[in-house]
C-alpha cells in the first residue's frame, strides 16, 4: 500500500495537458477525506472519469474506501446504506443526464428519512445546456425540494485560489449532510440529508494530478445523543407532566430514547421491529389487538410518537382521534408525523417531569404489558403436546412404542414446511447485537412486526418512503460499514494498532514513594503518567472490542421475491469490490402477495388483479445467485432453515425459502 503522505499522481487520460478538472476532483476528494468522508461510490462514466480516476488513486494510496457499482441507483442506495450505518455522508460520483436521474430515489429516501448522502454529479458546462447537446440536460434542480443543499459549480479553467474553493465546497456540502450549521452545531431543520454538487466539467476531462499529503482530521461536532435526548434547538426538551394516561410510540429510526423515556415515566411502549426501541420492560407485544381493546386503547389520553410509524393502521388512528392529546418528538427534520393533522405539540427532545410514578400509572403500564403477553401467547402456534421417549434412565430403549412415537414427533417437526411466521421468528432469533438485519419493505416486514418478541438488535428497513427500491443496495452498504474495523473517528488504522498494544495496567514502580524523597509535583506527574496509561489500555481493550465485532459481523437480509428482483443488479460484485458476511433470505411467495390483503382484491376479477398487482413470477433464484457469483441455499422445511441459520456466513448468499400464497 501506499503511504498516504506521499504525494501521487492520476493516470494520464490526456497526455502532456493538465486538467482542471482532475486538480478540481484530487482538491474536493482531499477534504472530504480530512472532514471525515470515508467510502466514495462510482458508477463509471466519460464526463465524471476526474472524480473517478481521483477516488481510485485515494483508494490506492489508503485514504478513501472506493466501491464501484455499474448502475446509478445501486450506487445510491449503496451509499444510502453506508450512511445509514456510518450515520456520516458517503459520496457518489455519477456522470452526466440520465446517471443523476437514476439516483433520484435513493436522494428521496435519504431526504425523508434523514440519512446524510453527497451526491457528486458531472455535467457539461452551462454553454452546452439548452442547445441539444449530447447527454446534457438541466441537472440544476433535479432533485427539486429533496436536498439540504445544491451547488451548481462553473467548470474550472485552472485559476488561482480554486483549489481552496474546492475544500470550501466541501466544508460546506458535509456540514449540510449532516445536519449542521457552519460552527457545527446542530441544525434540527432540516437536520441531515442529501446533498447535491452539480460539477460542471470541461475537456481536458483528466490528466495527471498530485495528491497532497494527508492532513489531520477537522475538528468535527461531538458525538451526537441519542435522538430525542438531546436539548431541542432552544437547548431546552420539553417537559412532559405526569397525570394523562400515556402510552409512548416508537416508529422507524425513533432510537433507544422512546425506550428511555417509556421506562423514565412509567408508560407502555409500543415499538415497531425497526424503531431501534423494541425492547425494555415496558414493551407492549401484540400491540394492534391492545389497542383495539376498549378500556386500554380506548382509553388512552396522551400519545407520545418517536420516529416514523408505517406499519399499523391502528397507530394513525389513535393520532386521529378526539380526546387524544398527541406529542410528536423528533430531532431533525424536514417534516412532522402528524395524520390528519391533529398534531399540536412537536418537540425536539422531551423529558418527563420529576417524580416516580404514581399508582395509577404503574397501573395502567401493568395492565398493558399483561394483556400484550397474554394476546401474544394466545396468538402463537399452539405447541404439540410432549411426546415421551422410550430411553430409560441407563440409555437403552425399553419402550419401542413409545420411541417409535417420538421419534415420528420429532420427524414431524422436523419436516414442518417453513411459514411467514416462523420465517420471521427464526431470522430475528439468529441475529445478534453485533450483527445486523435489514428488512424489504414488503409482506414480511409486517409479518416480523407482528410476531417477534422485544430484543435490542440493529434493524433497518428505508420507511422513509417505505419503497422496494434499492433494498439489496442498501443491505450491501451496512454490510460493509458494519464490518470495517474501524480506527477511532477520524483516526488512522495505526493509532488503533498503536491502542490496541497498550499496556493494560501502570508499572508497579509507578507508584509514590514518600521515603525516596519525592515531591508533590513528582507524585501529580506519576499519576497522570498513570491516568494515561490506563486511557490507552481502554482505548486499546476498546479497539479490540470493536475489531472483533466488526470481524464477526453478519448481516442478513429478509425480504421478498418481487424486492429482490426489483434490485437484482446491486448483486453484481465486480472484480476488487468488497464481499461482505451478507445472508440475503428471500420469501418466496411467486410475487407480490402483499397486495392480497387489500380489499379490492376481493372485488376485482382474479386474472385482472393477479396480472397487475399480484405479478406472478417464476425466476429460478438458484440459476440466479450462481449467474452473479452468490452462494444459494434453499430451506424448504424447519430442519433445513434451522441448519442455514445456524450455519457460517463467509460470503455472500442466498437462502431461498418458499412460501405459500
Known sequence: MTDPAAASELPAASAGRGSPASQFAVALLAELERLGVRDVVVAPGSRSQALALAAAEFERAGRL??????????????????????????AVVAT????????????????????????????????????????????????????????????????????????????????????????????????????????????????????????GPAGGAAPAAPPGTEPGANGRAGALARGPRTLVVAGAGAGPAAEALARAGGWPLIAEVTSGARFGPNLVPAYREVLAEPALGGAVERVIVFGHPTLSREVPALVQRDGVETVVVAPS?????????????????????????????????????????????????????????????????????????????????????????????????????????????????????????????????????????????????????????????????????????????PAAHDGFDPTAG???????????????????AKAGRAAQEARARAESSVTRVLLGDLTLLHDVGSLLLGAGETRPRILVIVGNDGGGTIFDSLEVAASAPA?????????????????????????????????????????????????EVPLAR
Open 65 to 90: 474506501r472506493l466501491h464501484v457499482r455499474i448502475d446509478e441507483r445501486s450506487a445510491g442506495f449503496l451509499a444510502l446504506g453506508l450512511g445509514v450505518e456510518s450515520g456520516h455522508p458517503a
Open 96 to 215: 452526466s443526464g440520465t446517471a443523476v436521474a437514476n439516483l433520484h430515489p435513493a436522494v428521496l429516501e435519504a431526504h425523508h428519512a434523514g440519512v446524510p448522502l453527497l451526491v457528486l454529479a458531472a455535467d457539461r458546462p452551462a454553454e452546452l445546456r439548452g442547445i441539444r447537446s449530447n447527454q446534457t440536460t438541466m441537472q440544476p434542480g433535479i432533485f427539486a425540494g429533496a436536498v439540504r443543499l445544491e451547488r451548481d459549480v462553473s467548470a474550472p479553467e485552472g485559476a488561482p485560489g480554486e483549489a481552496d474553493a474546492a475544500a470550501e465546497l466541501a466544508r460546506v456540502a458535509v456540514a449540510a449532510a449532516e445536519g449542521r450549521d457552519a460552527s457545527g452545531e446542530p441544525v434540527p431543520h432540516p437536520g441531515p440529508g442529501p446533498v447535491l454538487l452539480n460539477l460542471q466539467l470541461r475537456e481536458p476531462l483528466s490528466a495527471p494530478a498530485a495528491l497532497p499529503p494527508a492532513s
Open 333 to 505: 427534520g424536514v417534516e412532522w408525523f402528524n395524520p390528519g393533522h391533529r398534531a399540536r405539540r412537536f418537540e425536539r427532545a422531551v423529558h418527563v417531569e420529576p417524580g416516580p410514578p404514581g399508582d395509577g400509572e404503574r397501573a395502567w403500564l401493568g395492565r398493558w404489558v399483561q394483556a400484550g403477553r397474554a394476546l401474544a401467547a394466545a396468538e402463537a402456534p399452539a405447541e404439540p403436546d410432549p411426546v415421551r421417549s422410550g430411553v430409560d434412565e441407563t440409555g437403552h430403549v425399553t419402550d419401542f412404542a413409545a420411541q417409535r412415537a417420538f421419534l415420528d414427533a420429532q420427524l414431524g417437526r422436523m419436516r414442518e414446511p417453513v411459514g411467514r411466521r416462523l420465517l420471521a421468528e427464526s431470522v430475528w432469533a439468529a441475529s445478534w447485537p453485533h450483527d445486523r438485519l435489514v428488512l424489504g419493505a414488503s409482506r414480511l416486514i409486517r409479518d416480523a412486526d407482528r410476531v417477534v418478541p422485544g430484543r435490542r438488535i440493529h434493524a433497518h428497513a428505508n420507511r422513509g418512503l417505505s419503497g422496494i427500491d434499492g433494498t439489496v443496495a442498501t443491505a450491501l452498504g451496512i454490510a460493509i460499514a458494519s464490518q470495517q474495523p474501524a480506527a477511532e473517528e477520524g483516526e488512522p488504522a495505526q493509532v488503533v494498532a498503536e491502542a490496541s498494544a497498550a499496556p493494560s495496567a
Open 518 to 536: 519525592d515531591d508533590l509535583a513528582a507524585m501529580l506527574a506519576r499519576a497522570a503518567e498513570v491516568e494515561q496509561q490506563l486511557a490507552e
Open 607 to 655: 386474472e385482472a388483479f393477479d396480472r397487475v398487482q399480484y405479478t406472478p413470477q417464476s425466476v429460478d433464484l438458484e440459476s440466479l445467485a450462481r449467474a452473479y457469483g452468490w452462494r444459494y441455499r434453499r430451506a424448504a422445511v424447519r430442519s433445513e432453515l434451522e441448519a442455514a441459520l445456524g450455519e457460517a456466513v463467509t460470503e455472500p448468499t442466498i437462502l
